[in-house]
C-alpha cells in the first residue's frame, strides 16, 4: 500500500541549514507537498513539487525530488528558531487526491 | 483572503453523546477533505467531497462517523455514540485547481 516514511528528530544549530528527508511508496504521485506544524497550530503549505520536476526553490526552502528512488527531501537554508515545528511530508495518493502523510519530523532550532 | 475555518476550535464531549464538526473551505475550493490527527495514528484521511458528487468515504473509520456538504460549500462531519479513541484533533482542508491543499486549524475533540 501506499506509504511516506521520515525520520522523527532532527536538530540543528541557528545558522546552519537544514535537511529534512522523506521516502514514498506510490510512483504515480502527482504532487508532493511539505507541511509546516507549530505547537498547538494547523498545517500551513509551505510548498510543493510536481512529479515531473526534479528541485523547486522558494527563498530559504529548497525540495529536491529524486523520482527514480522515491525520494523527497526539503532544504531550509540559514535556519532559525522560528523554523522549529514539526515538517510533515504528504504523498498525493489515494484514489480521489487525499493526501498521505509521514509521520513527521520535529524539528529543534539551538541557538 | 479568508482560509479555511473550522467550530467549534475546542469540544469536550461524554461518551456515547453525538458531536457536529463544522468546515467552511475557500470560497471557489470545489474539493474538500476532512483528516484526524491523534499521537497513535498520526494524520488519516476520512472523507472526501468533490462538487456535487457523491462523497468518496472510505476512509471512515466506523459506521459511526458520516459526513455532509450543503450546497458545495459548507461541510458538516458527525460522529455518533462517541468513544474515547475518537479523540484526536479532525482537520478540514480545500483544494484549488492547483492541487494546492489548505487546511482549516482544525478541531480538537476530547471525549471523557
Known amino acids: 500500500g501506499e506509504d511516506v516514511e521520515q525520520s522523527l528528530f532532527l536538530s540543528v544549530r541557528e545558522g546552519d541549514s537544514s535537511v529534512i528527508n522523506c521516502t514514498y511508496t506510490d510512483s504515480s504521485s502527482t504532487y508532493l507537498y511539505w507541511y509546516k506544524q507549530e505547537p498547538g497550530a494547523g498545517l500551513q503549505l509551505l510548498t510543493y513539487?510536481?512529479?515531473?520536476?526534479d528541485m523547486k526553490q522558494d527563498q530559504r526552502l529548497t525540495v529536491l525530488l529524486n523520482k527514480k528512488d522515491k525520494h523527497l527531501s526539503l532544504r531550509i537554508a540559514d535556519t532559525q528558531t522560528g523554523d522549529s515545528a514539526i515538517y510533515f511530508c504528504a504523498e498525493r495518493g489515494g484514489s480521489q487526491g487525499n493526501l498521505i502523510f509521514g509521520k513527521g519530523t520535529k524539528l529543534s532550532v539551538k541557538p | 483572503g479568508a482560509g479555511v475555518s473550522q467550530s467549534p476550535s475546542n469540544k469536550v464531549t461524554e461518551k456515547g453523546k453525538d458531536v457536529e464538526l463544522r468546515c467552511d473551505p475557500i470560497?471557489?475550493?470545489?474539493?474538500l477533505y476532512w483528516y484526524r490527527q491523534s499521537l497513535g495514528q498520526g494524520l488519516e484521511f476520512l472523507i472526501y467531497f468533490q462538487g456535487n458528487s457523491a462523497p468518496d468515504k472510505s476512509g471512515l473509520p466506523s459506521d459511526r462517523f458520516s459526513a455532509e456538504r450543503t450546497g458545495g460549500s459548507v461541510s458538516t462531519l458527525t460522529i455518533q455514540r462517541t468513544q474515547q479513541e475518537d479523540s484526536a484533533v479532525y482537520l478540514c482542508?480545500?483544494?484549488?485547481?492547483?492541487?494546492?491543499?489548505?487546511f482549516g486549524p482544525g478541531t480538537r475533540l476530547t471525549v471523557t
Open positions: 470560497s471557489g475550493h470545489t474539493a
Open positions: 482542508a480545500s483544494t484549488n485547481n492547483f492541487g494546492e491543499q489548505y
Open positions: 513539487i510536481f512529479s515531473n520536476m
